[in-house]
């Protein structure tokens, strides 16, 4: 099992920039892959972004391609997201997810992620 716990969330004005990082506890991080998800009020959960488990693959969202960019650290235990030109669109909790698998791939798919955050709010202001 893993587990993870978030953080960098915050207030930050249109155009600005956040980085959040999720760390995880247990053994065998590089057996994960890894995703972002994020959750307005009133609104379903959503992919954000995905890294493979060796960091060799990225996925993203239309919306955040070009202005997020996801990364991580295997020695660390580390995943981050880098959020640059934020809007205020991208205001929500953030949350960090993890799946164990064989495969070398990214999904996008929630349900194929067994292990979660707590969340840590972004909220971006106009």
């Known amino acids: 099992q893993v587990q993870l716990e978030e953080s960098g969330g915050g207030l930050v004005q249109a155009g600005g920039s956040l980085r959040l990082s999720c760390a995880a506890s247990?053994?065998?991080?590089?057996?994960?892959?890894m995703g972002w998800f994020r959750q307005a009020p009133g609104e379903e959960r959503e992919f954000v972004a995905a890294?493979?488990?060796?960091?060799?693959?990225?996925y993203y969202r239309d919306s955040v391609k070009g202005r997020f960019t996801i990364s991580r650290d295997n020695a660390k235990n580390t995943v981050a997201l880098q959020m640059n030109s934020l809007k205020p669109e991208d205001t929500a909790v953030y949350y960090c997810?993890?799946?164990?698998?064989?495969?070398?791939?990214?999904?996008?798919?929630?349900?194929?992620?067994?292990?979660w955050g707590q969340g840590t709010q972004v909220t971006v202001s106009s």
């Open positions: 247990g053994r065998s991080f590089s057996a994960y892959r």
């Open positions: 890294i493979s488990r060796t960091g060799d693959t990225v």
């Open positions: 997810a993890a799946d164990q698998t064989l495969l070398l791939g990214v999904t996008d798919k929630f349900y194929n992620y067994h292990y």
